[in-house]
């Protein structure tokens, strides 16, 4: 009885949500069609950018469309994305299908935005791959601490503190790569103290985390009161240059966007595929999924469960630790008081609409990442939206993932619970 | 029995099992729901005077003392002695106490050597008081509201807009509707978590966190509108709410009769909670959603009332701010009011009286921690450190216990539900 109760009630909602998602994919193909399309004056063109500035081996054309018909283009795809929607439903891409549709809203967008002018759309993309590199450190920290089990809420608190430690450890050594070292390894520690607190102690992992979160907060402010705003010679640790890669880096669009950047780009698409490669592909990571799925069998099995979970939470604290560093050695150049603005949550979003998965959580990133570096952009051509509400952008967008994603993406089955050994 | 599929088909989906495994799966859910042993159960069972007042007490004694040692070790003259530790060995003792004494006495002093130094404290303690009530009101229910923030900006929004527009009105009828207002903004922004978990499952961390985010970029936007602007100023400040709360306690102090609503306001929630039939269904779902739903409650209407509640009573707060304290709405109205609100929650057992008494705490902690500045250098944000440390011995009594050598007391604390679904 419960049991036919419960899986209708499954797929009522299913369903509906479904539904919900063929709607707004509609309202988006409506607004790209009418908004755009209809509110832009016929014979107008969009003019996009793709040549990096200096010297370029090969010269691209830049892309002009014309404005009006580019929006009912992607109106019209959006439309029938919808429809299959509607009719026959993505099922398990749903999630894929969503990315790609807001993918073709914002482009719509764009090309509405840069009507009668240009857009540097080369500069766009590389922005959106910097901003998603904390965004997706912080996700590949909470695949792995959640594969094995441990919700990670504290990853906004780790990123601080890497982004502290590289900035102050960093300028005292007066080298980069201690510097980054050093936000890894307050990153580990940070990552232990939540298996101590989650593993250990048994303590409600999301108060664990939060409590690090706060933690992290309160010691970065107070450190950074009353050590580096007095002495700036502690907080100037420089940043990584980008490093072009030979021959790729001269491939059109490709090579400015992915192969002309700093060593945290190329770490993080190294990581993507590692940790993805690591969690699928091999022995340890069938181990640390058994624990995050059923630790009673992993155990059985001679599985140290126990261990698996610390020794991931210490790796995803590295993880977050060297994301963190990612602010201060590989962007800014110094350290500011809650820089990090909610990456690590945005980070544990993306991570859900990317499924607990490294590529998947990547990509969700990359969407963050170009609503993040929207607003710089859109700032300088003057879109009539005030610049506070493309702030609140990549909250929002945060928001509706978890709200919309949640449900269709299913944690590991243990995830957040203590294990007991019996 | 009707009814309660009824409630079985809204309420969000149980969390996904493959069919062949849903007997066990439930068998499981039912366990581990026994097990969960919340703070909301725990303080309906009554637990021991050990876990309401000694692990608090001990938590904050052992906070300080963690954070002399962060002062100690972050303070240059000790340092020095530490330094040539061997050398005098006694005196880098006696160097380590006296900064710690100086540090502690001046905090303390500046918090409760005057008459004045106490209506100060009493005044900051105030928006903590609700804060922390708002915290506490969502545990009791099993919600972890980390919006308060968010939300008391919410209602600083609407009460603000309320008290610089209604003028010509009598003054106490002012006063109402400001407090009103800051009602049902916060109430309107922390409906929005609440319905998100109720339709989604989107877990509330998430939700309320990058609400706050949201809160502040629009109270920033509004502040540059014509209707909140104060005419003759530059920076974003809004017009002054021109009525105050009455000063009951003399002309001489700037505390004021919001005191006491605040009071008034933890007793009525006291009584809500311990005494009316509602209350008492908030922890039932509190305390295990499963058994409240079998009962005929409803979770999901719950999650909205409980969390629009605890968000109008952190938009009182920011009424009382306005009519008591800063008259004008600025960006940085609240200054980690809500944060402060996880701590006090935590170490008030999620109790009213106990809320109140964590508050006046922190109140002490916040007033002084300025003249602690102003006598030592050592930043405000010191405050910070410790209330992170409260949090983390409060969250984690079995480490308060390891120190003390305390017997193990009965119950977990603080378990809230466990993982990302509802």
């Known amino acids: 009885m419960t049991v036919t109760v419960g899986a209708l009630a499954r797929g009522g909602v299913s369903a509906r949500r479904e539904r919900a998602v063929g709607i707004f994919l509609l309202l988006l193909a409506a607004a790209v069609?009418?908004?755009?399309?209809?509110?832009?004056?016929?014979?107008?063109?969009?003019?996009?950018?793709?040549?990096?500035?200096g010297e370029v081996l090969f010269k691209v054309p830049d892309l002009v469309v014309p404005t009006r018909v580019t929006a009912y283009v992607l109106g019209g795809v959006l439309a029938f994305l919808a429809g299959v929607q509607l009719t026959r439903g993505f099922g398990r891409r749903t999630n894929v299908v969503l990315g790609v549709s807001v993918l073709l809203f914002i482009l719509a967008f764009l090309t509405w935005a840069a009507r009668g002018g240009g857009f540097n759309l080369l500069g766009m993309l590389q922005s959106t791959l910097r901003a998603s590199v904390p965004i997706t450190f912080g996700a590949l920290s909470?695949?792995?601490?959640?594969?094995?089990?441990?919700?990670?809420?504290?990853?906004?608190?780790?990123?601080?503190?890497?982004?502290?430690?590289?900035?102050?450890?960093?300028?005292?050594?007066?080298?980069?790569?201690?510097?980054?070292?050093?936000?890894?390894?307050?990153?580990?520690?940070?990552?232990?103290?939540?298996?101590?607190?989650?593993?250990?102690?048994?303590?409600?992992?999301?108060?664990?985390?939060?409590?690090?979160y706060l933690l992290a907060i309160g010691m970065t402010s107070f450190l950074s009161a009353r050590f580096l705003q007095r002495n700036q010679e502690l907080n100037s640790p420089g940043r990584f240059q980008p490093i072009r890669v030979p021959f790729l880096s001269d491939v059109p669009v490709l090579g400015p966007v992915v192969f002309h950047q700093n060593v945290f780009v190329y770490l993080m698409l190294f990581l993507v595929l590692a940790i993805h490669v690591g969690l699928f592909y091999t022995r340890w990571g069938l181990r640390v999924r058994a624990v995050g799925e059923h630790p009673r069998a992993a155990d059985t099995v001679g599985i140290r469960v126990l261990f698996t979970r610390y020794r991931n939470v210490v790796l995803g604290g590295i993880v977050a630790g060297i994301g963190g560093a990612y602010f201060t050695l590989g962007s800014v150049g110094r350290f500011d008081e809650l820089m990090t603005g909610g990456r690590g949550f945005i980070g544990l979003a993306a991570m859900i609409f990317g499924r607990w998965n490294p590529i998947g959580a990547f990509g969700a990133a990359l969407v963050f990442g170009f609503a993040d570096s929207l607003q710089v952009r859109l700032s300088i051509l003057q879109v009539p939206i005030p610049s506070e509400f493309l702030l609140m952008a990549p909250y929002l967008a945060t928001i509706l993932v978890v709200a919309g994603a949640v449900h269709r993406a299913r944690p590991p089955a243990a995830d957040g619970k203590p294990y007991v050994k019996e | 029995m009707p009814d309660r599929e009824e409630v079985r088909l809204e309420g969000p989906a149980p969390p996904v099992a493959p069919p062949e495994?849903?007997?066990?799966?439930?068998?499981?859910?039912?366990?581990?729901?026994?097990?969960?042993?919340?703070l909301a159960a725990a303080a309906v069972r009554g637990v021991g005077w050990q876990e309401r007042f000694v692990v608090p007490v001990l938590a904050v004694v052992v906070a300080l003392a963690v954070g002399a040692l962060v002062i100690v070790f972050t303070s240059e003259e000790p340092l020095r002695e530490?330094?040539?530790?061997?050398?005098?060995?006694?005196?880098?003792?006696?160097?380590?106490?006296?900064?710690?004494?100086?540090?502690?006495?001046?905090?303390?002093?500046?918090?409760?050597?005057?008459?004045?130094?106490?209506?100060?404290?009493?005044?900051?303690?105030?928006?903590?008081?609700?804060?922390?009530?708002?915290?506490?009101?969502?545990?009791?229910?099993?919600?972890?509201?980390?919006?308060?923030?968010?939300?008391?900006?919410?209602?600083?929004?609407?009460?603000?807009?309320?008290?610089?527009?209604?003028?010509?009105?009598?003054?106490?009828?002012?006063?109402?509707?400001?407090?009103?207002?800051?009602?049902?903004g916060g109430a309107l922004w922390g409906a929005v978590p609440g319905l998100l978990k109720a339709k989604t499952g989107a877990h509330e961390v998430i939700t309320t966190i990058m609400l706050n985010f949201v809160a502040g970029f629009l109270a920033l936007y509004l502040l540059q509108t014509a209707f909140f602007r104060r005419p003759d100023r530059l920076d974003p400040i809004s017009k002054p709410v021109l009525e105050a709360f009455p000063r009951v306690f003399g002309t001489g102090v700037r505390l004021h009769a919001g005191f006491l609503v605040a009071l008034l306001v933890a007793a009525l929630v006291a009584w809500v909670l311990n005494r009316t039939t509602v209350g008492f269904e908030f922890q039932a779902v509190g305390a295990n959603p499963d058994a409240a739903r079998a009962a005929g409650m409803s979770p999901t209407r719950t999650f909205v009332?409980?969390?629009?509640?605890?968000?109008?009573?952190?938009?009182?707060?920011?009424?009382?701010?306005?009519?008591?304290?800063?008259?004008?709405?600025?960006?940085g109205f609240s200054s980690g009011f809500?944060?402060?609100?996880?701590?006090?929650?935590?170490?008030?057992?999620?109790?009213?009286?106990?809320?109140?008494?964590?508050?006046?705490?922190?109140?002490?902690?916040?007033?002084?921690?300025?003249?602690?500045?102003?006598?030592?250098?050592?930043?405000?944000?010191?405050?910070?450190?410790?209330?992170?440390?409260?949090?983390?011995?409060?969250?984690a009594p079995s480490l308060v216990r390891a120190i003390f050598r305390l017997r193990r007391g009965a119950g977990r604390p603080a378990g809230l539900g466990v993982g990302w679904g509802p």
């Open chain 1, 33 to 53: 069609a009418f908004g755009f399309g209809l509110g832009t004056g016929a014979g107008l063109d969009s003019r996009f950018g793709l040549n990096p500035g």
């Open chain 1, 142 to 212: 909470g695949v792995l601490c959640e594969r094995a089990g441990v919700i990670n809420i504290a990853i906004e608190g780790m990123l601080l503190s890497g982004a502290f430690m590289g900035a102050l450890v960093g300028s005292v050594a007066d080298n980069l790569w201690v510097g980054l070292l050093a936000g890894a390894m307050v990153g580990a520690v940070l990552g232990w103290m939540l298996g101590v607190l989650a593993i250990r102690y048994r303590v409600d992992q999301i108060i664990a985390g939060t409590v690090i």
């Open chain 2, 21 to 38: 495994e849903e007997g066990r799966a439930a068998g499981e859910e039912v366990a581990a729901a026994a097990e969960r042993v919340t």
């Open chain 2, 82 to 184: 530490w330094a040539g530790f061997f050398r005098d060995p006694l005196e880098a003792l006696r160097a380590s106490g006296r900064v710690v004494a100086d540090a502690y006495l001046a905090l303390f002093r500046g918090a409760l050597g005057s008459a004045n130094a106490l209506s100060e404290t009493l005044l900051v303690a105030i928006p903590l008081v609700y804060t922390g009530l708002s915290v506490a009101f969502g545990f009791r229910a099993g919600l972890f509201n980390i919006g308060a923030e968010g939300q008391l900006t919410a209602g600083a929004i609407l009460a603000s807009a309320a008290g610089f527009s209604l003028t010509g009105l009598p003054g106490p009828l002012v006063v109402g509707a400001v407090v009103l207002a800051g009602f049902v």
């Open chain 2, 305 to 331: 009332v409980v969390m629009a509640l605890a968000g109008g009573i952190a938009g009182m707060g920011a009424a009382n701010q306005l009519l008591g304290v800063t008259p004008s709405l600025t960006p």
């Open chain 2, 338 to 395: 809500g944060f402060d609100g996880i701590a006090i929650a935590l170490l008030g057992r999620a109790r009213p009286a106990g809320v109140v008494a964590a508050a006046l705490l922190f109140g002490i902690l916040r007033n002084g921690s300025r003249s602690l500045q102003a006598a030592t250098q050592i930043p405000v944000d010191i405050v910070t450190v410790i209330t992170a440390l409260v949090i983390l011995f409060v969250a």
